[in-house]
């Protein structure tokens, strides 16, 4: 397996960042590779719906089937993102952490969608010190 | 309970349909009062994410809770569309009809949400038609 999407899903995250926005950022894969990337845009263009698995779908727009693709997010997919990737039919996720946020990952799996948790202590370190620094602005996005 | 939600979502789809759009409407009411809009968005801006709630949530921008709204839908919500009133924790929805398409009701009510059906039968002959004379178009936007 290549960390081609990871490495993406991770640089969009950081660019979020970097733009003063919410640090989650995904890629969307076809035969290895990087089709589309996308971060969350709460903060850059006021849209709620623009986590960054939203986003890299938007950016991939019109899509004949997602069956042929993985989604690598830096984050725990949420119940909105989950309910995409379901409702899209993408068949695998690749996660970078999901310490900081569980999200949806057992509803993605009892329909099907094969889930993998990296771990990744990088992903880990972004989001904690984001939820320390911006506790206001987690809760928004998340709906808390 | 007012009809102005469920009025302003079926003209929404109609807007949508008279743009070459697939005919899906929504409207967000806080207070009896509209406070957004949306259609399907699929075919005006290639947007694969535009359902009509998740256009009427990206109008409405950002909202330090939706606990205090309704959301009428003219058909019953995809995945994508439940897993976002989920995430949102928008707490009660009106869909047009679940008839043409069976959506996600179930997981709404699992997940607390209350649904109310009004089986509209301008919804149903809207999408029936849609359906009909769109079956590739229909496909895609649902995952198909």
Redesign the interface.
Known sequence: MSDAGFEAALAAARDGLAEGGIPIGAAILRGGEVIAVGHNE?VQS?????HGE?AA??A???????RDTVLYTTLAP???????I????IPRVVVGEARTFPG?IELLRS?GVEVEVLDDSRCVEMMRDFQRERPALWA?D??E
Chains 1, 2 share one sequence.
């Open positions: 709460r006021g849209d709620p719906i623009a939203m779908l938007r991939a727009g019109r899509q004949r089937t997602y949420c119940a909105m993102c989950s309910g995409t379901i409702q899209f039919k949806e329909r928004e998340i709906g």
